[in-house]
């Protein structure tokens, strides 16, 4: 069993390896092995995000997006963001880059507000 810092960190350390993976590599199986962990660990992220929600749903607004594609909208302007990073490192690419990595993290931050890891409640008597 891994223990609790280890483990909270584990989907972002998957998406850092697959970024920093997608910016470094060239050949083709590299660059599907590194997309392959960063929609891992994005996948991860979203799974434990949506199951620590603590804002009623009642009070949740209706979106544009369909909920999968809402909740992934951070990690496509991360990838997006880390694409053009590669293709386009001079000129007006890195910019443009940066404003996509910062509003996705801007997200994120956001998004964390209505997160809190709790215990489940147990049902026994402590006073027993």
């Known amino acids: 069993m891994l223990t609790k810092p ?9 998406i850092t390896i697959g ?3 997608l910016l470094l590599l060239d050949q083709g199986y590299g660059l599907v092995s590194s997309l392959t962990v960063y929609i891992i660990g994005a996948t991860i992220y979203n799974m434990r995000s949506q199951n620590r929600r603590t804002d009623p749903i009642r009070k949740r607004k209706a979106g544009k997006f369909p909920t999968s594609i809402y909740n992934y909208l951070p990690f496509a302007y991360l990838l997006l963001a880390t694409v053009i990073f590669k293709l386009f490192s001079t ?23 209505n997160r809190r890891h709790t215990a489940p409640c147990s049902q026994e008597n402590p006073n027993f």
């Open 6 to 14: 280890i483990y909270e960190i584990l989907p972002i350390g998957y």
């Open 19 to 21: 970024t920093v993976s």
């Open 91 to 113: 000129g007006v690419g890195p910019v443009i880059a940066i404003s996509l990595m910062t509003y996705s993290l801007y997200i994120l931050i956001r998004r964390s507000s």
